[in-house]
């Protein structure tokens, strides 16, 4: 079974200063989607980012930009120029790649980011 | 655009008694994905739906049952409510089952007394 493992339970990073969020992952499968989900207070799940196991470039959206290491089964969260609205639990999620009826998000523990003014 | 729909957003529901949660997806989305988040935990995969059928199923105790409609929507069957079902109830729709992204509903709050 796969598993997503967030081990820095709190981040703090000042405002305009940039922060990384760890996440490891654990698959026997070749191929599937890696996301980074924000949850502000509203509690809202709002997709950050997403990238497939079988692009070697790593995905950037604007402030965000992931490092992917594919055999370490890494991909950690970078955050450039945070911004108090960044402020956040952070949720890695892994889905399976092929179709069929597992398709699932298996989600990590989360990361609690706060941003210092 | 439009997004996916929950009702209702907030429910408080006593001991025993039974809930119904409802989901509307994005226009066009045919597959309907339940998740069950507890206070300080991370999202929990209940059971989805692809064309009106389930395609697969997590941790959904015996007690609840869903099942999706002609016109995609769902609805999330609680009976015989426990305390620890107090949680936020996420929806998420797809279109088709190997869509990239699930879209996540607000989600609704289910307060067990």
């Known amino acids: 079974a796969q598993t997503v493992t967030q081990s820095q339970p709190e981040m703090s990073v000042q405002e305009a200063e940039t922060v990384t969020l760890s996440c490891t992952y654990d698959t026997s499968e070749s191929d599937y989607y890696l996301f980074w989900y924000k949850q502000p207070p509203s509690r809202q799940m709002i997709l950050v980012i997403r990238q497939e196991a079988y692009k070697q470039q790593n995905a950037t959206e604007n402030r965000f930009s992931v490092n992917f290491q594919k055999a370490a089964k890494s991909f950690s969260l970078k955050i450039s120029d945070s911004q108090l609205g960044d402020a956040a639990m952070y949720f890695c999620a892994y889905r399976s790649a092929y179709g069929g009826a597992t398709n699932k998000l298996i989600f990590g523990t989360g990361t609690l980011l706060a941003v210092q003014p | 655009a439009a997004g996916v729909i929950q009702s209702p957003r907030h429910l408080i529901k006593e001991k025993r008694e039974t809930a119904t949660l409802k989901c509307y997806p994005i226009p066009r989305h045919d597959t309907v994905y339940w998740y069950q988040q507890g206070p300080g935990q991370d999202p929990q995969f209940l059971i989805s739906f692809y064309e009106k059928m389930q395609s697969d199923k997590g941790s959904i105790p015996d007690r609840f049952s869903a099942q999706q409609f002609s016109d995609y929507h769902s609805e999330l069957n609680m009976s015989s409510l426990e305390l620890g079902d107090s949680a936020l109830y996420f929806c998420?729709?797809?279109?088709?089952?190997?869509?990239?992204?699930?879209?996540f509903g607000p989600g609704t709050r289910l307060l067990v007394l």
């Open positions: 998420a729709s797809s279109l088709g089952l190997a869509a990239e992204t699930q879209y």
